[in-house]
């Protein structure tokens, strides 16, 4: 398979180059070894971006919500159709196992396409009579809209930015991570080829720097980041200098509370499915699993067993099912935390090392005893790090899951499921399961509270977010006025 791109950008409807904005190297996790390289963009690369989907965006929105619709869906059978090169291609940007991209990427990102097709032709506004007169609403796309990407699911996050943005009538410039800069220009063309007018969605490359470029220019009406709290900050701060619509999808140090009546075998799946999907570098990771004092060591138990199903390798092996850290990095910041939860008391149960040779591997690891001031129950760590925490009654996991400053996420692990309820109403977080863990399908919004973000995405809320209502006052008799 080629994997270098024809260019580094695709911009109104066609790949471009420019050479002078420095290189992007892509590196396949599993080997060190550069793949392709591709260059940042420059102001005029920029400029010719967003020019590109001002113009587009007019004609776009006005076709009829059931063309545009169409569109989205018949995108969604192109990549459905070439799921298997897509995947192979997620593998080689991000080093996450085919046996996941397969099944959780393109997928995903054909779920929104299809399902924001879908529900294009809903999107209207309302009647409210007042009297005889009356008003309406128009539900309007917002204009041009910004999305910023992390590198952990490049070609979902472009598809559920991109998605709800076209089917409301909006043009798109998107900027993937550095890291992870092939799958978006996938998006990109598949959505020319499935019939979207040339530059109703676009892809810019580059570092934050190309992205802050972005939010700060006058043809631009909303910013969307998947990105780190950090990143968040800044981008929410330059936004608002232009008030600017946000979404701001960021990280998480989430619960997973485990009592001792849970089915034990399914809460070890939660757990994993919580810790070690995409070798732990999921937002939604629920990183602090706190675990009832009584079943502790029936829980630790049987999750080193099942971690012995791990199998690490080339991640483009359908057999193997945990891969490398995206970045050399990545993988020395996971180690430091290692480091630090030894260093803090935390007890190792399993893992903890890295893996020798040019691929940026690490083990799956489990830290037992640990306490919540510790380092590793504190910080994201975005890798294969699982704290383990216990805890007595049900009032103090509640306020110990709630005693941080991110809200991406929650789970619960009980059968009682009156306590299951009552733990989700009582979770600070924009996203909580109960009996099951990190599943985002596109009908279900999907976002965090308190640092972890603002707005949601996917679901009928994403459309609050990349449309606005205009009110029309219609009077129906004479002008009333005092003199
Ligand atoms: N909530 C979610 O849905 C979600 C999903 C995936 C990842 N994440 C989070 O993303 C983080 C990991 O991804 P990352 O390391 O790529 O994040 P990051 O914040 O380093 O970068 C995210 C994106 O922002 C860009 N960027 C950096 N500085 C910028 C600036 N000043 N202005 C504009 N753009 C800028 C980067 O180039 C990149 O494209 C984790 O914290 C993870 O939890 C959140
Ligand atoms: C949105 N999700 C959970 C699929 C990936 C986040 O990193």
Not at 137 to 157: K, S
Not at 176 to 205: D, R, W, Y
Not at 306 to 329: C, H
Not at 347 to 371: C, H, M, N, P, S
Request: proline letters at 4%; glycine letters at 10%.
């Amino acid at each position: 398979m080629n994997i270098q791109p024809t260019a580094s950008h695709f911009i109104d409807g066609a790949y471009v180059e420019d050479t002078a904005g420095g290189d992007i190297p892509v590196i396949y996790p599993a080997t060190g070894k550069v793949v392709a390289t591709l260059h940042a963009a420059t102001p005029a690369i920029v400029d010719k971006a967003l020019a590109a989907a001002k113009r587009a965006q007019k004609e776009w929105a006005g076709w009829t919500a059931t063309e545009r619709g169409r569109v989205l869906r018949r995108a969604a059978d192109i990549m459905r159709d070439r799921n298997h090169d897509l995947s192979v291609l997620e593998t080689y940007d991000t080093g996450k196992p085919y046996q996941e991209t397969s099944v959780a990427d393109a997928t995903s990102g054909a779920d929104a396409l299809e399902y924001f097709g879908g529900l294009a032709a809903s999107i209207t506004g309302e009647h409210i009579q007042m009297g005889d007169d009356f008003v309406y609403t128009r539900r309007e796309p917002l204009g041009v809209c910004v999305g910023i990407g992390a590198w952990n699911y490049p070609t979902q996050i472009a598809c559920w930015k991109a998605a709800p943005a076209l089917a409301c009538g909006n043009a798109m410039v998107f900027k993937p991570s550095e890291m992870t800069p092939l799958c978006a220009l996938k998006v990109a063309e598949i959505l020319v080829e499935a019939g979207a007018p040339a530059g109703v969605f676009n892809v810019v490359q580059g570092y934050g720097a190309v992205g802050a470029s972005l939010i700060t220019d006058p043809r631009v009406d909303k910013v969307s980041l998947t990105g780190s709290v950090p990143t968040g900050r800044k981008v929410y701060a330059a936004a608002a200098e232009g008030m600017r619509h946000v979404t701001m999808e960021l990280g998480g140090k989430s619960p997973m509370v485990v009592f001792d009546d849970a089915d034990l075998e399914n809460a070890v799946s939660g757990a994993i499915l919580a810790n070690f999907y995409s070798t732990g570098q999921v937002c939604s990771n629920g990183t602090r699993v706190f675990v009832q004092k009584g079943i502790k060591d029936a829980f630790l138990k049987r999750l080193t067993e099942r971690l012995a199903g791990i199998k690490m390798g080339d991640p483009q092996d359908p057999d193997v099912n945990f891969g490398p850290m995206v970045s050399e990095r990545q993988r020395d910041i996971v180690e430091g935390y290692i480091a630090k939860g030894v260093e803090e008391g935390a007890t190792l149960v399993t893992g903890g090392k890295r893996v020798d040779g040019d691929g940026f591997y690490i083990e799956a690891t489990v830290f037992a005893d640990v306490t919540d001031e510790m380092t590793i129950a504190k910080e994201e760590i975005f890798g294969p790090v699982m704290a383990v925490l216990d805890f007595e009654t049900e009032e103090e996991a509640l306020t110990r899951a709630n005693a941080t400053e991110f809200g991406l996420a929650a789970g619960v692990f009980t059968a009682d499921l009156t306590r299951a309820h009552r733990m989700a109403a009582g979770f600070e977080a924009g996203t909580c399961y109960i009996n099951t863990y990190n599943l985002a399908p596109v009908e279900a919004p999907f976002g965090g509270s308190k640092m972890s973000g603002v707005g949601r995405e996917n679901s009928k809320a994403a459309i609050e977010h990349y449309s606005q209502i205009k009110g029309v006052y219609v009077a129906m008799g004479d002008v009333e006025a005092p003199f």
